[in-house]
């Protein structure tokens, strides 16, 4: 039987929905970022103290929706073993949101350093010059899988008065936009301008090559990820960039260091949690306690699933241990997988840390104080420890609250980046009449 048209209900259209072109949505977000920038540069410290308050309990009272938001990413990530480090970051857990908010009230406690004068001197003619903390700006950061990166940044950049526009992998898009609609909301209800916490929440890689572009807009970029986002990133950026560039750790451990601090320190350093890029990913062994310390060190470490790749030397000491290719030198597995060399001595080990190190984290185990200043003064890295696992190079350990990252760059910060990282000087001068004859 035909059907009669014209007696059927005609649907209500629709009115179109204007999707902007990524230039125009760029344009728009940096915009009203640099808009918030004058405001939040300004925003008194009570204020920002609520505000960041605000957003660590948002972060938990909204606990289940971040959650199921995580699992719709867990759910399309392609779990392949290459992926189980990035697999691990970007997993959320209750525990994990916890240590969001718990980070960002840490940063709350912080002093503020905006306006800190740390040294003011007096010309000849009596005016008194001094350098004054303020903001660095709009700061753009690009970053992959972990979604606590988003609360951390978001938090450190508030309290620094810097405007943050956060884009975060695509695989994390859920997780990050929740999180960061959480925190914007709760921020702006506190008081803080709205723009101050953007998210970039669209997946195109158009979008962030015209963000690396928007050096009017944008003062800073601040890069974390691996080795093809920094090679992106410096291929096209028109913005100063300061790099969180891949973690290839050593630890030393060298002729009289003491064998059980050794041990739990290189413990430590590779298993505690190897999807980190503050993990030890290279131990280095001098001969002389190579024969007794090395072989029990290796049956912990296989006790502890580690993938032990050795050179012929520790092949020879324990025959259990895979040789190692070429590449597992100067290689960052962020897995359980360590790559381990017996050098002739300490000038043998500096030299294979220059040639293979990527400047983030370097350690020495040894009891004699002067190879520990040596090493401190001669290794060139963001973290240099003595007795210590590379895994405490890291803001919170250092008393710096969250980190954003941790710089390998030479210029402006190395190392971990906390608030006093976050913000520039500008001179100031006091003067009374004074005038230049």
């Known amino acids: 039987m ?42 008194p410290t009570a204020v920002k103290n609520q505000a960041l308050e605000a957003m660590a309990d948002g972060l938990e009272e909204h606990e289940a929706e971040l959650l199921a938001e995580n699992e719709k990413d867990l759910e399309q990530f392609e779990a392949t073993p290459e992926r189980k480090a990035l697999g691990d970051r970007l997993r959320l857990t209750a525990e994990r949101i916890q240590e969001m908010a718990a980070g960002i009230r840490d940063i709350a406690r912080l002093p503020d350093p905006l306006g800190d004068t ?51 992998g695509s695989e994390a898009l859920h997780s990050n936009v929740a999180i960061a609609r959480v925190l914007s909301e709760s921020a702006e209800k506190a008081g803080v301008p709205a723009g ?42 028109t913005i100063p960039v300061l790099k ?16 059980e601090v050794a041990e739990r320190i290189c413990l430590n350093a590779k298993v505690q949690r190897p999807s980190t ?27 502890a699933k580690v993938d032990v790749r050795g050179c012929a030397k520790t ?56 190879r520990a200043m040596r090493f401190l003064r001669e290794v060139d890295a963001g973290a240099v420890l003595v007795n210590a696992s590379t895994r405490l190079n890291d803001g919170y350990q250092f008393g ?20 006093e990282e976050l913000t520039c000087s500008k001179f100031v001068v006091l003067g009374s009449g004074q005038i230049r004859e």
């Not at 072109?21 to 920038?37: F, S």
């Not at 969180?244 to 064998?259: E, L, S």
């Not at 890029?277 to 006790?303: D, F, G, Q, Y």
């Open 2 to 43: 035909e059907q009669d048209l014209t007696e059927s209900p005609v649907p209500e259209l629709e009115a179109p929905v204007e999707v902007l072109t990524p230039e125009e949505y760029v344009t728009t977000l940096v915009k009203r970022a640099k808009g918030a920038a004058g405001r939040l540069s300004s925003l």
């Open 118 to 168: 740390p040294k003011m001197w007096t010309r000849p003619n009596g005016m008194q010059v001094g350098r004054m903390r303020v903001p660095i700006g709009v700061i753009g950061i690009i970053y992959e899988a972990r979604p606590n990166v988003t609360a951390d940044s978001a938090a450190l950049c508030l309290k620094s008065g810097n405007v943050c526009i956060l884009r975060g």
């Open 196 to 237: 101050a916490i953007t998210f970039v929440d669209r997946a195109e890689r158009e979008v962030v090559q015209l963000l690396l572009k928007q050096d009017r807009y944008i003062d800073l970029i601040i890069p974390r990820g691996g080795e093809s986002l920094m090679k992106t990133i410096a291929e096209h950026a």
């Open 244 to 259: 969180h560039d891949k973690g290839v750790c050593h630890t030393y451990v060298d002729v009289d260091a003491d064998p």
């Open 277 to 303: 890029c503050n993990a030890m990913e290279t131990l280095l062994v001098h001969h002389s306690i190579a024969r007794t310390w090395l072989p029990l060190l290796v049956e912990k470490l296989t006790a």
């Open 315 to 370: 092949c020879q000491l324990c025959p259990e241990v895979t040789p190692a290719a070429d590449d597992d030198f100067g290689r960052e597995f962020l897995d359980l997988v360590l790559a381990i060399k017996v050098v002739k001595n300490m000038d043998e080990a500096l030299e294979h840390i220059a040639t293979y190190g990527s400047q983030h984290t370097e350690a020495i185990v040894t009891k004699d104080y002067a």
């Open 400 to 419: 710096l609250g969250a980190e954003i990252g941790i710089s390998t760059s030479r210029l402006h910060a190395r190392g971990p980046m906390g608030l």
